[in-house]
Protein backbone atom coordinates (compact mmCIF):
# COMPACT_ATOMS: atom_id res chain seq x y z
CA UNK A 1 0.00 0.00 0.00
CA UNK A 2 1.32 3.75 -0.54
CA UNK A 3 -0.29 6.05 2.23
CA UNK A 4 -1.39 9.39 0.37
CA UNK A 5 -3.73 11.85 1.77
CA UNK A 6 -3.98 10.02 4.87
CA UNK A 7 -5.41 7.10 2.84
CA UNK A 8 -4.24 3.62 2.34
CA UNK A 9 -4.33 2.64 -1.53
CA UNK A 10 -3.40 -0.03 -2.85
CA UNK A 11 -0.03 -0.19 -5.08
CA UNK A 12 -0.99 -1.67 -8.43
CA UNK A 13 0.81 -4.81 -9.93
CA UNK A 14 3.15 -4.32 -12.37
CA UNK A 15 5.41 -1.92 -10.74
CA UNK A 16 9.38 -2.83 -10.77
CA UNK A 17 10.66 -0.29 -8.12
CA UNK A 18 7.92 1.98 -9.14
CA UNK A 19 8.30 2.26 -12.72
CA UNK A 20 4.91 0.91 -14.41
CA UNK A 21 5.57 -1.94 -16.82
CA UNK A 22 2.74 -1.27 -18.66
CA UNK A 23 -0.51 0.74 -19.02
CA UNK A 24 -2.15 -1.67 -16.49
CA UNK A 25 -0.29 -0.71 -13.84
CA UNK A 26 -0.91 2.86 -14.46
CA UNK A 27 -4.90 2.29 -15.00
CA UNK A 28 -4.71 0.46 -11.15
CA UNK A 29 -2.59 3.32 -10.07
CA UNK A 30 -5.26 6.38 -11.53
CA UNK A 31 -8.55 3.67 -9.94
CA UNK A 32 -6.69 3.48 -6.19
CA UNK A 33 -6.35 6.93 -6.43
CA UNK A 34 -2.49 7.84 -6.55
CA UNK A 35 -2.30 8.88 -10.22
CA UNK A 36 -4.72 11.45 -11.39
CA UNK A 37 -5.56 10.49 -15.39
CA UNK A 38 -3.53 13.22 -16.64
CA UNK A 39 -0.01 11.97 -14.38
CA UNK A 40 -0.82 8.37 -15.76
CA UNK A 41 -1.29 9.17 -19.30
CA UNK A 42 1.75 11.79 -19.22
CA UNK A 43 3.86 8.32 -17.64
CA UNK A 44 2.63 6.64 -20.89
CA UNK A 45 4.08 8.80 -22.90
CA UNK A 46 8.22 7.98 -21.44
CA UNK A 47 9.08 4.67 -24.55
CA UNK A 48 8.33 8.10 -26.88
CA UNK A 49 10.84 9.94 -25.17
CA UNK A 50 14.53 10.20 -26.65
CA UNK A 51 17.72 8.43 -24.66
CA UNK A 52 19.03 10.34 -22.01
CA UNK A 53 22.13 11.54 -22.57
CA UNK A 54 23.72 10.87 -18.93
CA UNK A 55 21.64 8.90 -15.70
CA UNK A 56 24.57 9.83 -13.64
CA UNK A 57 21.88 11.77 -11.72
CA UNK A 58 19.93 11.28 -8.51
CA UNK A 59 16.63 8.81 -9.57
CA UNK A 60 14.83 11.44 -8.78
CA UNK A 61 15.93 13.70 -11.51
CA UNK A 62 16.24 11.38 -13.88
CA UNK A 63 12.48 9.53 -12.97
CA UNK A 64 10.83 12.93 -13.08
CA UNK A 65 12.17 13.24 -16.83
CA UNK A 66 10.95 10.53 -17.94
CA UNK A 67 7.45 9.75 -15.77
CA UNK A 68 6.56 13.02 -14.88
CA UNK A 69 6.78 14.72 -11.51
CA UNK A 70 3.82 13.05 -10.22
CA UNK A 71 4.26 9.53 -10.89
CA UNK A 72 7.89 9.86 -10.08
CA UNK A 73 6.91 11.53 -6.70
CA UNK A 74 4.36 8.68 -5.52
CA UNK A 75 5.69 5.75 -7.47
CA UNK A 76 9.54 6.09 -7.68
CA UNK A 77 10.34 8.31 -4.81
CA UNK A 78 8.59 5.95 -2.15
CA UNK A 79 9.71 2.66 -3.61
CA UNK A 80 13.39 3.66 -3.51
CA UNK A 81 13.59 5.55 0.25
CA UNK A 82 11.92 2.04 1.07
CA UNK A 83 14.76 0.27 -0.22
CA UNK A 84 17.79 2.48 0.24
CA UNK A 85 16.35 4.24 3.54
CA UNK A 86 17.56 7.51 1.85
CA UNK A 87 15.23 10.05 -0.50
CA UNK A 88 15.76 9.15 -3.91
CA UNK A 89 17.21 13.15 -4.32
CA UNK A 90 20.02 11.26 -2.58
CA UNK A 91 20.38 8.33 -4.61
CA UNK A 92 22.11 8.01 -7.95
CA UNK A 93 20.14 6.78 -10.60
CA UNK A 94 23.10 4.50 -11.96
CA UNK A 95 22.78 2.95 -8.22
CA UNK A 96 19.55 2.69 -7.80
CA UNK A 97 18.41 0.80 -10.81
CA UNK A 98 22.15 -0.59 -12.04
CA UNK A 99 19.74 -2.99 -14.63
CA UNK A 100 18.74 -0.28 -16.45
CA UNK A 101 21.81 1.26 -17.94
CA UNK A 102 22.09 1.66 -21.51
CA UNK A 103 18.11 0.98 -22.14
CA UNK A 104 16.80 3.94 -23.85
CA UNK A 105 13.25 3.55 -22.37
CA UNK A 106 12.92 2.64 -18.05
CA UNK A 107 9.09 1.24 -19.11
CA UNK A 108 10.03 -1.33 -22.06
CA UNK A 109 13.32 -2.61 -19.97
CA UNK A 110 11.37 -3.05 -16.64
CA UNK A 111 8.67 -4.64 -18.46
CA UNK A 112 11.30 -7.35 -20.82
CA UNK A 113 12.88 -7.87 -17.52
CA UNK A 114 12.45 -11.75 -16.27
CA UNK A 115 10.09 -11.89 -13.42
CA UNK A 116 10.81 -14.13 -10.40
CA UNK A 117 8.79 -16.91 -9.24
CA UNK A 118 7.72 -17.21 -5.94
CA UNK A 119 7.49 -14.46 -3.01
CA UNK A 120 8.66 -11.17 -3.66
CA UNK A 121 10.30 -10.43 -0.48
CA UNK A 122 13.04 -13.11 0.71
CA UNK A 123 14.82 -13.56 4.35
CA UNK A 124 16.25 -16.50 6.29
CA UNK A 125 14.18 -18.46 8.78
CA UNK A 126 15.42 -17.33 12.26
CA UNK A 127 16.78 -13.81 10.98
CA UNK A 128 20.36 -12.90 8.84
CA UNK A 129 22.39 -13.70 12.04
CA UNK A 130 22.08 -17.35 11.22
CA UNK A 131 23.86 -17.23 7.84
CA UNK A 132 27.01 -15.63 10.11
CA UNK A 133 26.69 -18.44 12.24
CA UNK A 134 26.77 -21.30 9.82
CA UNK A 135 30.14 -19.27 8.51
CA UNK A 136 31.71 -19.11 11.41
CA UNK A 137 30.89 -22.96 12.23
CA UNK A 138 31.75 -24.28 8.76
CA UNK A 139 34.99 -22.00 9.17
CA UNK A 140 35.90 -23.88 12.61
CA UNK A 141 35.23 -26.87 10.90
CA UNK A 142 37.64 -26.53 8.24
CA UNK A 143 40.48 -25.91 10.99
CA UNK A 144 40.33 -22.35 10.87
CA UNK A 145 40.15 -19.87 14.12
CA UNK A 146 37.53 -17.78 14.14
CA UNK A 147 37.19 -14.60 16.70
CA UNK A 148 34.83 -12.10 17.59
CA UNK A 149 34.65 -8.86 19.53
CA UNK A 150 38.46 -8.66 19.38
CA UNK A 151 39.05 -4.98 17.63
CA UNK A 152 41.46 -4.25 14.71
CA UNK A 153 42.89 -0.71 14.75
CA UNK A 154 45.16 -0.88 11.68
CA UNK A 155 45.14 -2.54 8.43
CA UNK A 156 48.96 -2.80 6.55
CA UNK A 157 50.66 -4.57 3.39
CA UNK A 158 53.77 -5.56 3.28
CA UNK A 159 55.19 -8.33 1.24
CA UNK A 160 52.18 -9.53 0.00
CA UNK A 161 50.79 -10.45 3.61
CA UNK A 162 48.70 -7.96 5.69
CA UNK A 163 50.01 -6.99 9.33
CA UNK A 164 46.63 -6.40 11.32
CA UNK A 165 47.09 -4.10 14.46
CA UNK A 166 44.67 -5.64 17.76
CA UNK A 167 45.05 -5.86 21.43
CA UNK A 168 46.95 -8.77 21.27
CA UNK A 169 49.62 -7.18 18.97
CA UNK A 170 50.50 -7.53 15.56
CA UNK A 171 48.98 -10.50 13.30
CA UNK A 172 49.73 -11.54 10.58
CA UNK A 173 47.67 -12.58 7.31
CA UNK A 174 47.58 -13.94 3.73
CA UNK A 175 44.23 -12.33 3.07
CA UNK A 176 41.57 -10.30 4.62
CA UNK A 177 38.10 -9.55 3.71
CA UNK A 178 36.65 -6.98 5.31
CA UNK A 179 32.80 -7.00 6.62
CA UNK A 180 32.79 -3.72 8.29
CA UNK A 181 30.61 -0.14 6.81
CA UNK A 182 32.32 2.20 4.70
CA UNK A 183 33.67 4.51 7.09
CA UNK A 184 35.19 2.04 8.80
CA UNK A 185 36.57 0.09 6.15
CA UNK A 186 38.19 3.91 4.51
CA UNK A 187 40.31 4.13 7.56
CA UNK A 188 41.26 0.36 8.22
CA UNK A 189 42.78 0.86 4.56
CA UNK A 190 44.55 4.25 4.27
CA UNK A 191 47.97 2.10 4.68
CA UNK A 192 46.88 -0.80 2.44
CA UNK A 193 45.20 0.50 0.01
CA UNK A 194 45.24 4.22 -0.24
CA UNK A 195 42.81 4.49 -3.67
CA UNK A 196 40.05 2.08 -1.71
CA UNK A 197 39.87 4.19 1.08
CA UNK A 198 39.41 7.11 -1.05
CA UNK A 199 36.18 5.53 -3.15
CA UNK A 200 34.90 4.30 0.26
CA UNK A 201 35.11 7.36 1.69
CA UNK A 202 32.44 8.78 -0.37
CA UNK A 203 29.90 6.47 0.34
CA UNK A 204 27.65 8.13 3.01
CA UNK A 205 25.30 6.15 5.26
CA UNK A 206 21.40 8.07 6.57
CA UNK A 207 20.68 7.18 10.04
CA UNK A 208 17.66 5.53 10.38
CA UNK A 209 15.65 3.67 13.87
CA UNK A 210 13.56 1.04 13.86
CA UNK A 211 10.29 0.92 15.78
CA UNK A 212 8.06 -2.00 17.23
CA UNK A 213 4.68 -1.24 17.83
CA UNK A 214 1.83 -4.02 18.92
CA UNK A 215 -2.06 -3.72 18.52
CA UNK A 216 -4.21 -6.02 19.75
CA UNK A 217 -6.47 -7.86 17.24
CA UNK A 218 -9.43 -6.09 15.14
CA UNK A 219 -7.77 -2.91 16.53
CA UNK A 220 -6.17 -0.98 13.59
CA UNK A 221 -9.29 -1.31 11.26
CA UNK A 222 -7.49 -2.68 8.34
CA UNK A 223 -7.13 -6.18 7.06
CA UNK A 224 -3.35 -7.32 6.46
CA UNK A 225 -3.20 -8.29 3.62
CA UNK A 226 -0.17 -7.07 2.06
CA UNK A 227 3.71 -6.95 3.22
CA UNK A 228 2.89 -3.07 4.89
CA UNK A 229 2.74 0.16 3.10
CA UNK A 230 4.86 3.44 2.18
CA UNK A 231 4.26 7.15 2.92
CA UNK A 232 4.01 9.42 0.03
CA UNK A 233 5.72 12.97 0.44
CA UNK A 234 4.10 15.58 1.95
CA UNK A 235 2.12 13.67 4.72
CA UNK A 236 3.75 14.98 7.53
CA UNK A 237 5.22 11.78 9.33
CA UNK A 238 8.50 10.99 10.33
CA UNK A 239 8.02 7.34 9.12
CA UNK A 240 8.98 6.16 5.57
CA UNK A 241 7.74 2.92 5.45
CA UNK A 242 5.85 0.60 8.05
CA UNK A 243 5.90 -3.01 7.46
CA UNK A 244 3.35 -5.67 9.12
CA UNK A 245 5.11 -8.47 10.03
CA UNK A 246 2.48 -10.71 10.90
CA UNK A 247 1.69 -10.94 6.71
CA UNK A 248 5.30 -10.26 5.80
CA UNK A 249 8.15 -12.16 7.97
CA UNK A 250 5.67 -13.85 10.77
CA UNK A 251 9.25 -16.09 11.66
CA UNK A 252 10.66 -12.48 12.82
CA UNK A 253 8.18 -12.34 16.00
CA UNK A 254 9.89 -14.24 18.96
CA UNK A 255 7.88 -16.73 20.88
CA UNK A 256 8.84 -14.55 24.18
CA UNK A 257 7.33 -11.66 22.81
CA UNK A 258 3.53 -10.63 24.06
CA UNK A 259 1.16 -13.69 22.51
CA UNK A 260 -0.91 -12.49 20.10
CA UNK A 261 -2.14 -8.92 18.72
CA UNK A 262 -0.70 -7.65 14.97
CA UNK A 263 2.83 -6.34 15.18
CA UNK A 264 4.21 -2.88 13.23
CA UNK A 265 7.96 -2.08 11.95
CA UNK A 266 7.68 1.16 11.35
CA UNK A 267 10.87 2.53 9.42
CA UNK A 268 11.81 6.67 10.68
CA UNK A 269 14.27 8.25 8.36
CA UNK A 270 13.38 12.04 9.02
CA UNK A 271 16.35 13.31 10.59
CA UNK A 272 14.32 15.81 13.07
CA UNK A 273 11.95 12.79 14.85
CA UNK A 274 15.90 10.69 14.98
CA UNK A 275 17.13 13.14 17.44
CA UNK A 276 13.58 12.46 19.87
CA UNK A 277 14.05 10.19 22.38
CA UNK A 278 12.87 7.00 22.57
CA UNK A 279 9.12 7.50 24.45
CA UNK A 280 8.43 10.74 22.34
CA UNK A 281 9.64 8.73 18.49
CA UNK A 282 7.06 5.70 19.59
CA UNK A 283 3.91 8.73 19.70
Known amino acids: YLLVDGRLRRLP ?6 VPTGPAALLGAVTSGILGPGAALRAALEPLLPRERSRDRPASEVARRRLGRRAADRLVGPLIEGVYGAP ?3 VSFDAGFPSLRGHRSLVLAMARRRRADGPAFISLRGGM ?9 DLAARGASVRTG ?17 PDGVEEADAVLLATPAPAASRLLRQASAGAAYALGWIRFRPSAVVLMRYEDGTLGQPLDGSGFLVAPGEGLAMTACTWLNAKWPHLIPEGWAAGGVWLRALVTRFDALGLPDP ?3 H
Open 13 to 18: RGLALG
Open 88 to 90: AGE
Open 129 to 137: GRLVGRLAD
Open 150 to 166: CRVAGLAAAEGRFALLT
Open 280 to 282: DLR
